[in-house]
């Protein structure tokens, strides 16, 4: 937080009173087996879990991109000890945009490992990367509309490649394309978007791709976990068929290969 709109709009919103631990765009796990009890890292008011910084492996900077890569510590509050449940490397790239887009590009790269004993994700009606967004956007002048076709009224517990979350925000349009790499867990992803009564019938936005909605996910030691995400920040009108375009160059990237003569 704040993820900015290329024109410098707010697009996400933390520390809500009626969700504390909403932190703009974040990435833990709600309902998580480990050790002989379940473990919230999401909803920080049971204290049987949190995630923390640890330190940073690497940044850089430079004309094409900027990007950090940190450690994040699932820790487990049990048993009046902590235990690092799940190590993840957290690595965020951010693309300089084009002169005069009204666009630009973050990827988002997850990579999980347990540090001693397995780890079982539960099916839960949400977990994983969120995104609450800015408190300008509510029922009566945002949308959302995914790969699949499903809107505001029908996307939450559907499935889809990519979803548009738009809206009005300082008197213009302004959104975000969030992207499911092919290759991560339970792709296409499950949904889970907040009706349009949430929070006192405001219908405040709240989107979350959800690879544990309807099924739990095992994590084993001694392997390595990955989810790739992109989102696609934007300004403006951006119609259906350049989200479904954007995917597929995320998906499917262009390979450059140099001939031998």
Known sequence: HPVWSPKGQVLTRIDRDDHYHHYGLWNPWTHVFFRGDTIDFWNLKGRTGT?????????????VFGEYSAIHNHVALTHGKETVAIREVQTVRVYAPVEKANYYIADITVQMNC??????????????????????????????????????KNADGST??????????????????????????????????????????????????????????????????????????????LPKEKAEAGWHYFAAPPVVVVAKE
């Open 115 to 152: 540090p001693g004993d397995a780890v079982r994700l539960l099916e839960y009606r949400y977990g994983g990367l969120g995104l609450r967004a800015t408190e300008q956007w509510t029922k009566d002048n945002s949308r959302v509309l995914t790969s699949e076709g499903k809107t505001r």
């Open 51 to 63: 995630v923390r910084f640890s330190d940073f492996i690497s940044t850089k900077n430079g004309n």
């Open 160 to 237: 889809a490649r990519w979803c548009i979350i738009e809206g009005d925000v300082d008197g213009e349009n302004a959104g975000i394309v969030m992207m499911s790499y092919p290759a991560n867990y339970n792709h296409p992803e499950p949904l889970r978007i907040w009706p349009e009564n949430a929070n006192r019938n405001r219908g405040d936005m709240f989107a979350n791709f959800s690879p544990t909605k309807n099924m739990d996910w095992q994590l084993e030691p001694g392997q390595t976990y990955v989810l790739k995400y992109r989102l696609l920040v934007f300004n403006g009108e």
